[in-house]
Structures are given as structure tokens and as C-alpha cells.
């Protein structure tokens, strides 16, 4: 017994001196620590500028400075081509209503100042063709619109797209013109209509009937000349009423001659204008 009390008392001895004091044990772990973040730091990496002008050669820089400066100069274009087209348009309009009016000399001059914008935009839509569809397309249409309603009031016809003063318009802005014209056409047969004129009347319902039955063989589709071309029947509508009503009135007017016993000539426009709506 008393030599394994010795024994266990020499063990006892072995383990105290072999404890660590937490003061040991944190200066031990903050030893490996800083071996650990030795071994896995990364080595600086200094960027100097002969570093980044090596990598500029990667790049042709002044092929995109040529892109920029191309988009820029298409963003001026465009927004010179869209001011100025609104001058084609207002002068085109002004136009129409001079012909309206009876005014053909400051028609036809409206006509030549639309003319002069739309020559000095044609280089630059020429040069740059999405740049025609918009407001310079659109007022190339109110344009071949005027030309061809002061074709109409000056010679009684409708002028063909090979007219010189339409070689500027294309195929869609002659036809949209030639559609717009039919309902410039419909107010000068009200404006004659009120004056008992009925050979104008009828001439302006045989033009939009004949480009009635032209229009049918197209295949439109959906877009600005279908919307244009389906507006075509009511406008050949509204003059066959007004045709319908000028013989009703004229009619009306004999019967009240007749009734009355009036036996002295019929005023001007009077059993004519009904003789006339019947026999056409």
C-alpha cells in the first residue's frame, strides 16, 4: 500500500508540471495565426502605368471614338431632318388651303417652298436612309397631296407618280398623297355642291369611285395606307349623299314652281341640277 500511494503521488507530480497556463495557450494560438496567415497571404500586385498601356493595345481605342463620333453626328441629322420636315408639311397644308380659297399663285408657292426643304434634306436621307420614314416621309405625303389636288383644280385630272414635281416621292408617299387628296376632294364638292354646281359634284364622285375600283386590287397591309384606303368608302359615301340631297332639294323646288303655277323661267341650276343627278 504505501508504494502505490508513492507511485500514485509521482503521477500526480508528472501531470501538474506538464498543465499550460491560458496565458501560454493564447500566446500559442496567436502564434499560428500569424504563421497561417503568412503561409496563405497573396503577394501585392502594383499596377504602373506601363502595365496599362500594354493592356490599351488590347483595344483599338480609336475605332470606337470613330463610333461615337458617327452616332453623334446621326443623332444631329436626324434632329435637323425632323425640324425641317415640319416645314414641308406646313407649307403643304398652306398650300391647300390657298387652293381651297382660290388662291393658286400662292399655292403654287407654298408648293415650291415645300419643294426647296425637302431637296435640301434629300442628301442627307439619301446618305442615311432610316431617316426618311417619320416626319420626312410624312411630309412628303402632304406634299404629293397638294401637288396633286392643284393638278386637279388646274387641269380637272389626277397627276401620274411620274410627274416631275413628284420624282421626290416615293411609291407609299404618292399613294398615301393620292388618299389624302380624296378627302381634300370631299370639302371642294360640299364647296361646290353650295353653289348648285353639279357637274363638279358628279366629276369629284366619278374620280373617288374610279379610285375606288383602282384601290381594290391592292393587298394592303396592315399599316398607314390600309387605315388611309378604308376611309376611301366613306368618303364616296358622303358624296353620294350630297349628290342624293342636291336632287331632293331641286326636286323640292319644282314642285313648288309647279304648285305655285309659276310659269317664268326656273332659276339657274334649278330643273337642270335634278335632270342632271338623274340622268348621271
Known amino acids: 500500500a504505501p508504494l502505490r500511494m508513492l507511485a500514485v503521488a509521482q503521477l500526480c507530480a508528472a501531470v501538474s508540471s506538464l498543465r499550460v497556463s491560458p496565458r501560454s495557450t493564447r500566446a ?101 436612309p432610316p431617316l426618311r420614314g417619320g416626319s420626312y416621309s410624312g411630309g412628303l405625303e402632304e406634299y404629293a397631296e397638294a401637288v396633286v389636288f392643284a393638278h386637279f383644280v388646274k387641269h380637272g385630272t389626277l397627276v401620274p407618280s411620274t410627274h416631275p414635281d413628284l420624282a421626290r416621292c416615293d411609291r407609299d408617299e404618292y399613294l398615301g398623297g393620292i388618299l389624302d387628296f380624296t378627302g381634300e376632294l370631299n370639302r371642294y364638292c360640299v364647296a361646290k355642291a353650295t353653289v348648285r354646281d353639279v357637274e363638279a359634284v358628279k366629276k369629284c364622285r366619278e374620280i373617288v369611285d374610279a379610285l375606288m375600283g383602282i384601290f381594290l386590287k391592292f393587298d394592303f397591309r396592315n399599316g398607314a395606307l390600309r387605315k388611309k384606303y378604308d376611309g376611301l368608302k366613306y368618303t364616296l359615301k358622303k358624296m353620294e349623299n350630297t349628290l342624293y340631297e342636291m336632287s331632293l332639294t331641286s326636286a323640292a323646288a319644282k314642285r313648288s314652281r309647279e304648285d305655285a303655277g309659276l310659269d317664268d323661267e326656273p332659276p339657274k341650276g334649278g330643273d337642270k341640277v335634278t335632270d342632271d343627278i338623274l340622268s348621271g
Open 28 to 128: 500559442l494560438g496567436a502564434a499560428k495565426y500569424q504563421s497561417r496567415s503568412r503561409v496563405h497571404a497573396r503577394p501585392s500586385v502594383r499596377i504602373n502605368a506601363s502595365t496599362t498601356s500594354s493592356k490599351m493595345t488590347w483595344v483599338d481605342e480609336n475605332d470606337f471614338e470613330a463610333l461615337r463620333e458617327a452616332m453623334v453626328l446621326y443623332d444631329e441629322q436626324r434632329d435637323t431632318v425632323i425640324k425641317r420636315a415640319r416645314d414641308i408639311t406646313k407649307a403643304s397644308k398652306v398650300a391647300i388651303y390657298c387652293l381651297h380659297r382660290g388662291e393658286i399663285d400662292k399655292a403654287d408657292a407654298q408648293i415650291a417652298q415645300a419643294a426647296a426643304v425637302a431637296d435640301e434634306l434629300l442628301p442627307i436621307v439619301s446618305a442615311n
